[in-house]
């Protein structure tokens, strides 16, 4: 083999999950045909998260708040954001929640077939995050749209159809901010309206950062949301015995088992780094100023510290990085836990099985998106 291995680009149209399965079991660092290093174990994906001084996230040319930022200005934006992501924030959302769910999964058909990604994931994803940051409904078959052709651009590659796209969702936020940032000293409590009304330096936040901040907890989650979701249902639906034994847990139990599925199977791939001097991985020199991505999926199915496809909820969770780890890990946590665990919660409690359609495949995603594109099930 080259040094050019091929990895999450050069492997369009194949299973990124099965391919860095192969990869890792030979390198520990490949780099792909971008010229991206893309780091497949375990403990060199944990050393360079950690590692925020040699490893920059200062890798877009956009602004990203807070993701693309380090030190002390990403601190200061992150402990903004944090404020919108406590228990007591976000616990009180659990009802309106569960009503979605519940409303969801009466529209769903029983006994024909349908898709767990698109008719539950993505629907649910959108009408919780509408829900969340005070959003109109009327929104709806806009993100919608706007995750179908997010999901397309980013599946082909095309680097200048994904920044139409993410051009078009920030005019989505502008129309939410706008009316917003003019009435500043108003005193509507929904989410967005009180990150308008935010200051850092002692000023407002700015339109392009809040359109930043709003695409971030947005953008890409309700993706990341909708993969999850197909993930969990297409493991309930082979694992029976599982999805029965959840219909009466605790919230910590559903909790563990959900991340834990997603050890197995994340779709949330990978996140990007710059490297600000030379680092040695392995026997492999990676040069300063260059373009690293940590795959987290690989990572969470290394043979050095997981038995990778057992379900151990216990035993897998200190080193589970579906959340990443180090300053940059995720502060959605808790919304994306609570929101997975209505959603799966209601789905069970209101049916009697699930199980995988017969005579339709379950088909996976491709790289560079991770999980599965289509999840057809069929409940009774
Ligand atoms: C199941 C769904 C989700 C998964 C698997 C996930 C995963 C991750 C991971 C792995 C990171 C670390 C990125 C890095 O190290 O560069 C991250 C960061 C982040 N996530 Fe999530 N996330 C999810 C949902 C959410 C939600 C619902 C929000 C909404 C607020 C959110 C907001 C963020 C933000 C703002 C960051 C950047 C943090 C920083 O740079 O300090 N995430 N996420």
Same mark, same amino acid.
């Given at each position: 083999m080259t040094d050019h291995m091929p990895d !999450? +680009? =050069? @492997?369009? /149209?194949?299973d990124m999950r099965e391919f860095t399965d192969e990869l890792r079991a030979k390198f520990s660092v490949v780099k792909n045909i971008s010229d991206e290093w893309v780091f497949l174990k375990h403990a060199d994906v944990v050393a360079a998260a950690l590692d925020h001084d040699r490893f =920059?996230?200062?890798? =877009?040319?956009y602004l990203q708040i807070p993701n693309g930022l380090d030190g002390l200005e990403h601190s200061e934006y992150r402990k903004v954001i944090e404020r919108y992501l406590t228990p007591e924030a976000l616990v009180p959302f659990t009802e309106s929640f569960e009503r979605i769910a519940l409303q969801l999964v009466s529209e769903l058909p029983v006994g024909s077939v349908f898709d @767990?990604? %698109? &008719?539950?994931g993505a629907i649910f994803a959108v009408r919780a995050q509408c829900e969340w940051l005070g959003? *109109? @409904? %009327? +929104?709806e078959p806009l993100l919608l749209d706007w995750m179908k052709d997010n999901h397309a651009a980013t599946r082909s590659g095309d680097a200048a159809w994904t920044a139409d796209v993410a051009a078009k969702f920030d005019d989505i936020v502008r129309s939410v901010i706008q009316p917003r940032r003019g009435a500043v000293?108003?005193? %509507?409590?929904d989410v967005t309206s009180r990150l308008c009304r935010e200051k850092v330096k002692g000023r407002l936040l700015s339109e392009a950062e809040l359109v930043s901040i709003l695409r971030n907890w947005t953008g890409g989650d309700l993706g990341s949301i909708a993969l999850c979701v197909g993930v969990i249902i297409a493991y309930l639906a082979k694992h029976p015995e599982l999805a029965m034994q959840l219909k009466t847990a605790a919230d910590d139990e559903v909790d563990a088992a959900i991340d834990e599925i997603l050890r197995i199977d994340n779709p949330f791939v990978s996140n990007r780094r710059i490297t600000t001097c030379p680092v040695q991985i392995g026997d492999k020199t990676i040069p300063a100023g260059a373009r690293v991505k940590l795959n987290w999926t690989s990572a969470n199915r290394d043979e050095a510290v997981f038995k990778? !496809? @057992?379900? &151990?909820p216990a035993g897998h969770r200190e080193a589970n990085l579906v959340y990443g780890? /180090?300053?940059?890990?995720? *502060?959605?946590r808790l919304l994306a836990t609570i929101e997975l665990r209505v959603a799966v919660k209601t789905l069970l409690n209101s049916i009697n099985t699930i199980e995988l359609a017969t005579d339709q495949p379950l088909v996976r995603e491709i790289a560079p998106l991770g999980g599965y594109h289509r999840v057809p099930v069929i409940i009774t």
């Open positions: !999450d +680009l =050069s @492997a369009a /149209g194949k =920059s996230s200062k890798v =877009s040319r @767990a990604v %698109t &008719d539950v959003w *109109p @409904a %009327t +929104l000293n108003s005193e %509507t409590v990778k !496809d @057992a379900f &151990d780890i /180090g300053k940059h890990v995720c *502060p959605g």
